[in-house]
């Protein structure tokens, strides 16, 4: 079992939380393919887009991670690019949510 | 989900992250208020055309019509309906801009739920309002969106309600006369007469006899009795505008008014009783005026009980395209045509223009591209012209000089019909400088011969005409 990190969020909203970070689970191949094709636009429009949705759901990290997919296609740089998909990954394997 | 006290308010949000329209939708829904969800600017333009909603939350960058094109197509169609515009960026331009074409606000990813209905409830609150009829019905002549006009004219309209004068300060163009007329109609004296006078248009003896009446033969020309602007404004309001210019001594006279209520007709000497509301008001610092001394202290105090400062048109930029709309709408009227509209580009150049004479030069602009533009979409090509014609309409002290000065030669050497000697002495040069004058001018005095019946011309020396040899040296 892998650990843990536990994210306390808004009960009104848990729902809604569960079934965003089940979309981006299920985008993650996606997200690998695209930097294994090197497909640098969609890529910055996708890291931009969860940046500020997993922001405003309360996903610190997951928004960094977007703001860093979104940067590294910018600058055309696969390779930060794949480290931006892994850090996703990361942290969609380990995160539990919590009622606040 | 508790609590959702159900509201009045319907809400359309249109977002093409379905995540983040869902989050928005929700937190909407639990303050109880009614929701539509769209994920896209095309299928909000499509819920528009069926239901008004009170507030529209838009995202700004989408696919297809993105949140500034939907913002600009509402506001086409409805230009007082409040837009929010939620960005994932955080970047000055689009902010800047989405406020300059009317957003109510501009936030931006991540949001946070607290912030995000406090705004929602803010924006309500100032454009629904808790009496929104009342606030509509209230200077309806004045077309506001800007937070800055609305708050001014609550002011304003609960001023109206109280008897007491008012002092409209702001540029000229800002349209002050307008705010005098709405709180007058809106006051208890709204069926009494409405009555403006300029103060800085007429010389200072007119000026006091227009306001205070004159006895028959108080002065010369005074052929009859006059009663005056006081009296005329009787049960009503007196709209004293440039009161900044009034000359001291009737500045003087007026504040006597005003402390006793009654009026003395210039050359009378019984004093009439008069019921009247002042409300005056000034594009100049009437403080600073106070300092130099060149406005009296008590009466300042006595018109500014309650001051209302009429923004210009630069603190107000959200209000540029309403207005342009409705000056366009009111050349179609006069013109019995449908409206023309402005192109993208064109209404842009609006936006951002310097316009010191606001408002009201705003009118002109939006007139005159009207007027001049063939096609219904008027083009940006028309704006900059209307644009750059304002400082060219006033032309430089020189440039009206010498335009004086070359239509006075023409004049005189048409009356001297081209003979330099004549010209010269009725223009009182001699003749060397006539020539010089009219070399200046490019101006041949051929030109202004009386031709002979005969088809030809006959070109002649300077110093004699071919006809009617009057003049000699």
Redesign the interface.
Known sequence: MTTQAVIPI?P??ID?AE??LR?RRESLPRLLRLTAEDDMGELRRMG??I????????FQEL?CAGAALEEAAAAEDAGRARDAVDRMAAFLQQVALVAR | ?ADAKPRSAHLLVVDD?A??L??LE??LA?EGFSVTAVPSGEKALAVLESKRPDLVITDL?MGGIDGLRLLREIHRQDPVLPVIIVS??AGIPEAVKATHLGASAFLT?????EGFIAEVEQVLADQVGKDAHEVRDFAPKIIRRSQLLAELLDRARLVARVDTTVLITGETGTGKELLAEAIHAASGRCEAPFVAINCSALPEELLESELFGHEKGAFTGAMARHDGLFQAANGGTLFLDEIGDMPLSLQAKLLRVLQDFKVRPVGSTKAFPVDVRIISATHHNLEQLVEQGDFREDLFYRLSVVPLHMPSLRERREDIAPLASHFLERVAARTARPPKRFAPDALRQLLHADLPGNVRQLQNVVEQCSVLSPSDVISAAFTTQALHNRPSNIPTLDEAKQSFERRYLISVLRAAEGNITTAARMAGRNRTEFYKLIGRYELDPTQFRRRKTSKKDHAADDETPPLMGQHMD
């Open positions: 808004d009104d909203i809604l079934e965003f979309k931009h887009e940046k500020g949705t997993a922001g405003s759901y309360g928004s | 989900m992250d995540d983040h869902a989050l929700r937190w639990l960058v994932g960026q990813k991540p949001i946070q739920r």
